[in-house]
């Protein structure tokens, strides 16, 4: 069954520095999201993203954020100087174009900032 | 302010028995409701999608409820196994967007 698969699954980085999450979304899926997931705690939005542009974005995806789909299959977040509170899981997820379609999760990136 | 509360005591049930999982929302019209299974260290897997004018959805062991009017989805796993033992999250969305609003989750534990 096809997935959406996250690289690197852990990743540790000093404060301020920059990061960069990849994700693959599922081939015929259009519409793709981040999520991230502090530990202990819901998951939460942080974006969506279609046909090449953002959709919609919450209050936690401020400027230090930014996402790009460079190619027509990789999806990534890019954090410009990361912050402690920063840490968390980091959830890619896509689903196809019906509206009444699930979205898919990966298996994550815990972001482990020092 | 939107809230939507899942139990957050875990839910411990003997293999063989049906687990029942709530989940309960206020101030919040959701289009469609979704149930995930998240393990320790995973990303939530889908399990199923209700929308607002169905009352009831089963796939194999599992149903999920709707109720509108009260503002509940019920989740039911039948004849529980231990391989079911996991965090079940609720998530909810509305027509004018795309984001889900997640539950905090409900940790079962099903016991040989």
């Known amino acids: 069954e096809p997935e959406v698969t996250q690289t690197p699954s852990h990743q540790v980085t000093q404060m301020g520095q920059e990061v960069i999450l990849r994700c693959v979304p599922i081939?015929?899926?259009?519409?793709f999201y981040w999520y991230r997931q502090i530990l202990g705690q819901k998951v939460e939005f942080l974006v969506s993203?279609?046909?090449?542009?953002?959709?919609?974005k919450s209050e936690i995806f401020d400027d230090q954020f930014s996402v790009e789909r460079p190619d027509g299959s990789n999806f990534t977040l890019k954090i410009r100087s990361t912050k402690l509170e920063d840490s968390a899981m980091y959830f890619c997820?896509?689903?196809?174009?019906?509206?009444?379609?699930?979205?898919?999760f990966g298996d994550g990136t815990r972001l482990s900032i020092l | 302010s939107q809230k939507i509360e899942q139990n957050s005591e875990a839910l411990n049930i003997q293999e063989g028995k049906t687990a029942t999982l709530t989940c309960n929302y206020t101030?919040?019209?959701?289009?469609?409701l979704q149930w995930y299974r998240q393990d320790p260290g995973r990303g939530p897997v889908f399990l199923l999608l209700?929308?607002?004018?169905?009352k009831e959805k089963r796939k194999e062991r599992l149903k999920v409820t709707f109720d509108t009017t009260l503002k509940q989805s019920l989740f039911h796993i039948t004849a529980s196994q231990p391989a079911d033992s996991a965090t079940y999250l609720c998530?909810?969305?509305?027509?004018?967007?795309?984001?889900?609003?997640f539950g905090t989750g409900t940790r079962l534990q099903v016991f040989p």
């Open positions: 997820a896509s689903r196809e174009g019906q509206s009444y379609q699930p979205q898919h």
């Open positions: 081939s015929n899926h259009l519409y």
């Open positions: 993203f279609y046909n090449n542009e953002i959709s919609e």
């Open positions: 101030n919040y019209s959701p289009a469609y």
């Open positions: 209700i929308r607002e004018n169905e």
């Open positions: 998530a909810l969305r509305s027509y004018n967007t795309d984001k889900l609003i």
